[in-house]
């Protein structure tokens, strides 16, 4: 009953434009909303297990060192205190969630400070609050280490670089070049909902309720910590307040859950506080960029160049892969990138909304800004003539590229021909600004499985590990499952976030959607096929509606077919020869006006548009919210957002939501997106490609470089807060 399906050539069939139900790109609510806006709907932290009893972690004062309780066993006697635990197997950094990198365990040690490194578990969570912050914290052998990105050692990432013809000849012979150096500060994924585990076994099988973004992966890193078989832990992850990257991979406290629940053989649960978010979960790395770029005299680039700096602790491998979309956004023969990696102790770096774009594009965008203003060419007009016609590293052809079509629509729609020239218009105090960049973001499928049954009843049922992380994952399967069925989507019923159904891509790097999706039309495929064979006719010649099923002049109720019988099927995806014949990837354009105060150099954003093509739109409505949001956080990027470390130690300094500045609503006026009609025959069969970090992936530097244009002055240390601003006006 499984039904393989990998992707090694272009699904030209596009079978997905001649079905009748009308559900796939429709604009559809997400069906579990109404659960969440009323409070109904079970967070890992809100489920309540019999016996259940809390943990709180506890933190490392500094960032090294061998970690001693000194008054442990007074604390253990503390008023409800059943145990205070410091093991092995604790996790010293979160896991970033890939399929080949165990966890990083031993808390025994400190690596940063924040680290988490023991747990203390009592009746109630007052009770365990109390006993973990009466815990005397000392290190032994402790000398503070290395915590600033530009003096630690670095090793250079050899996979990362490329020289390309004579970028230094380009340079000295181009009509326009530009050589600047951007910095932006590392970010936090700030979920709304703190990363919290509940853990109960029933003999040696574990159950944990988390709250988790891969959970085929996250049962695996919790399976190696614990020294235990993946077949004995089931996690189960319905609903997800956010995670923006910190929770593709196992953090801190689900390993706490689980090793206090089996020594105390009662459930515990276990949260993190909101500061022990920011001090202990995934940080994006700070960045040093320098791009370069050489241009003739009607700005065609030819040379591009882009180095860049970032960081993490010894032995991670995650690097902010900045350079992904350098390498295939321009044009321009003479190219050299380049990568170091710092190596300090501040809290791990992993992926953070878009790792490697989000900044990398940004910083490009910021670059490419400046040329034109120093080659005096509109800057829509010096990207659009410098589109290249294939990868102009590789030579491969784009899977698909509605790239000049966002920039152009994107213009008009915005009213960008009525941008002033550099600090020509005021509004009274305010100076007015028009800036605008491009987006891009590279595109995967990865495995993915999903069963889906349809019953007697004209009802289906959609089962997978899949997570819902507040994209629009219940809506969207059950659009496809709905169209590809020919029932109406309130007939189908979307069940996720449970390792104990087939395990999927998981939410991350944008491939959430449509690598699942794919996995849900693949078992439709064969359900269709079976339905045709029960009525002798080919399966491109049913027309399946509402329930119905039309095929060779007659009409009769799916219910009628199946005669009692449910009909299941496994699909089984996986990327395949497409995923290297073509470069895949997607792309917009941003446009933002901003308003600079003459006086303050306070900036407000006050309208902002992007246009995005994506492939198929799987539901306009929540694809649009997906863009909205990444405009939202290019927003704080550009203005506000800035994980600060103290320059002695590297703790961090606004570990929490009033002082760390995300935007809030007052900081976010009308966006306004445009979602271009596209089909990609080589990502998918859904011909859709990802498009949930599409919306950041460059946008902060339509903002910056607005900035630019209403006052002349570059800010190239994000976020371009006032101070910074107001320095050069
Ligand atoms: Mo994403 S930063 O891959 O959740």
Redo the contacts with the bound molecule.
């Keep these: 009953m499984t039904e393989h399906f990998k992707m090694d050539a272009p699904a030209t069939d596009r079978r997905l434009d001649d079905m009748a139900q009308g559900l796939v790109g429709a604009p559809l609510d997400r069906p579990e909303g109404p659960l969440k806006v009323s409070g109904t709907a079970t967070y890992a932290n809100e489920w309540q297990v019999d016996g259940m009893v809390h943990g709180v972690m506890v933190r490392a004062p500094t960032n090294s060192g061998r970690i001693v309780l000194s008054n442990r066993d007074e604390v253990a006697n503390l008023p409800g205190v059943l145990s205070v635990i410091q093991d092995e197997r604790l996790l010293r950094n979160p896991a970033q969630g890939t399929a080949n990198q165990a966890p990083v365990q031993g808390a025994q040690h400190a690596a940063y400070v924040g680290q988490l490194i023991a747990v203390v578990v009592a009746e109630s969570f007052e009770q365990a609050r109390h006993a973990a912050q009466s815990l005397q914290v000392v290190l032994e052998n402790g000398e503070l280490m290395p915590v600033d990105p530009v003096t630690a050692a670095v090793e250079a990432q050899e996979d990362q670089a490329l020289d390309q013809g004579d970028l230094e000849g380009a340079i000295t012979g181009a009509a326009h070049s530009v050589d600047v150096t951007y910095t932006t500060p590392s970010h936090s994924s700030s979920p709304m909902e703190p990363h919290a585990s509940i853990a109960s076994w029933d003999g040696d099988d574990l159950t944990l309720r988390g709250s988790y ?1 891969m959970l085929k992966y996250n049962r695996n890193e919790l399976a190696d910590a614990l020294g235990v078989h993946p077949d004995r832990v089931r996690i189960i992850s319905p609903y997800v307040g956010g ?3 910190s929770k ?1 991979g196992l953090a801190p406290e689900a390993v706490a859950a689980a090793i206090a629940a089996k020594e105390l053989g009662r459930p515990v649960s276990v949260a993190l506080q909101r500061q022990q978010v920011y001090e202990a979960t995934m940080r994006r790395s700070e960045t040093s960029q320098r791009v370069r770029l050489a241009a003739d005299a009607e700005g065609r680039l030819n040379g591009l160049g882009h180095d860049a700096r970032v960081s993490n602790l010894p032995g991670e491998t995650f690097a902010e892969p900045v350079l992904q979309a350098s390498h295939f956004l321009y044009a321009g023969e003479n190219r050299q990138m380049s990568m170091e990696l710092a190596r300090l102790h501040r809290l791990c770096a992993g ?5 490697g774009e989000a900044v990398g594009v940004t910083v490009l965008e910021n670059a490419m800004d400046e040329l034109a203003h120093e080659a005096g060419i509109d800057p829509v007009e010096l990207r659009l003539r410098n589109i290249p016609e294939k990868d102009p590293e590789s030579g491969k052809e784009f899977s698909s590229r509605r790239f000049r079509d966002a920039l152009e629509s994107g213009a008009r729609a915005f009213g960008w021909s009525k941008r002033p020239g550099v600090m020509e218009r005021r509004e009274g105090e305010w100076l007015i600004g028009y800036g605008m960049a491009s987006a891009a973001r590279i595109n995967v499928l990865m495995d993915s499985q999903a069963r889906v049954a349809l019953q007697p009843d004209g009802r289906a049922r959609v089962e997978t590990d899949m997570t819902d992380i507040g994209t629009g994952t219940y809506a969207i399967l059950g659009q496809i499952a709905g169209e590809m069925l020919g029932l109406p989507r309130d007939r189908i019923d979307v069940v996720l976030g449970d390792t104990d159904l087939p395990p999927a891509a998981g ?3 944008s491939w959430g959607a449509t690598s699942s999706g794919t996995s849900v039309y693949v078992a439709c495929q064969a359900i269709r096929r079976q339905l045709a064979e029960r009525l002798e006719v080919e399966e491109q010649d049913l027309l399946l509606k509402d329930g119905r099923v039309t095929y060779a002049n007659q009409t009769k109720a799916l219910g009628d077919v199946l005669q009692g019988d449910e009909i299941v099927k496994l699909g089984y995806v996986q990327p395949g020869d497409t995923s290297e014949a073509v470069r895949q990837a997607t792309f917009g354009a941003y446009f933002a006006e901003v308003a600079v105060h003459a006086a303050s150099g306070e900036t407000r954003v006050r309208r902002m548009h992007g246009s995005f093509a994506a492939g198929r739109i799987l539901n306009a409505k929540t694809a649009r919210s997906q863009c909205i949001g990444g405009m939202t956080f290019g927003i704080g990027m550009a203005l506000t957002e800035e994980l600060a470390f103290d320059p002695r130690d590297g703790h961090v300094a606004n570990h929490n939501l009033a002082e760390y500045h995300i935007p809030v609503n007052a900081d976010v006026p009308q966006l306004t997106v445009e979602l271009l009609e596209e089909r990609d025959d080589w990502a998918s069969p859904l011909q859709a490609k990802g498009i949930g ?1 599409l919306g950041i992936c460059g946008a902060a530097a339509a903002i910056t470089n607005g900035i630019f244009n209403a006052t002349g002055v570059r800010v190239r240390d994000y976020p371009a807060t006032l101070d910074k601003v107001i320095t050069g006006m």
Excluded: D, N, T
């Design positions: 973004q995670g923006f990257g593709l992926s953070v909304r878009a790792p939410s991350g790097g970090e």
